[in-house]
């Protein structure tokens, strides 16, 4: 029923910029996350925001300060930039959403529709 396509993904040198795009065919979600998978590695909380008045934002630590989680309520659309790229940034990159949260955005298991994902390339 609700549907989520990420894009903006690709090949960046180390250092470099990207911003990624989610989607939504519904509004009115509650939570957006951006998870990322890399090879052989399991699938990571990487940002989330809410998307009614609460303000929050949430960050990994190995992300916070080099990446940005926004949205345009209008377009049913959720952000993620992404600055000082580095070579282990690379991965698939998931969009997630729900309707309600019941405990941390972290926790990938809150979430209860997903992306396809989006691939990220990070080359020295």
């Known amino acids: 029923q609700v549907r989520l396509e990420e894009s903006g993904g690709g090949l960046a040198p180390a250092g470099g910029s990207l911003r990624l795009s989610c989607v939504a065919s519904?509004?009115?979600?509650?939570?957006f996350g951006w998870f990322r998978q890399a090879p052989g590695k399991e699938r990571e909380f990487v940002a989330a925001?809410?998307?009614?008045?609460?303000?929050?934002?949430g960050y990994a630590e190995s992300v916070r300060g080099r990446f940005t989680i926004s949205r345009d309520i209008t377009l049913n659309t959720v952000y993620l930039q992404m600055n000082n790229l580095k070579i282990e940034d690379s991965a698939v990159y998931h969009c997630?959403?729900?309707?309600?949260?019941?405990?941390?955005?972290?926790?990938?298991?809150?979430?209860?529709?997903w992306g396809q994902g989006t691939q990220v390339t990070v080359a020295s």
């Open positions: 925001i809410n998307s009614n008045g609460g303000g929050y934002t």
């Open positions: 997630a959403a729900s309707w309600l949260l019941y405990g941390t955005p972290s926790s990938k298991g809150e979430y209860a529709y």
């Open positions: 519904e509004d009115n979600l509650s939570i």
